[in-house]
């Protein structure tokens, strides 16, 4: 629902955090973030790069790296937990173990008009 609720009030009921403590940061091993975040329901945060595709544990360390060309949206993660990514000129599924399941070539030029 657009706004979270029928008011558009973008207001959530549930509470955030109480502090500003970090529980844990991660620095990935390549130089450039490219995408937002996107969490599978075992708590796996995937974040595409420069350099491809990053799985990090919940634990803050890295599970497994799929390098591929810049990814260029943030990944979506299917009922199967497939996580799909888009990069210049392809559409990848890859598994929640990071192995390559397909990969479609597409037409990634955009235009202003």
Known sequence: ???YNSQHTFQSKYLGPE????KWKFQPSVNQITTGLAIDQNGTIYLGTSEGLAAITPQDTEKWFYQTNRILQTPLIGFDGTIYIITSGKILA??????LKWEKEINTSFSSN
Do not use: C
């Open 1 to 3: 629902m657009f706004g």
């Open 19 to 22: 502090t500003s403590t970090i």
């Open 94 to 99: 890859i598994s929640p173990n990071g192995n």
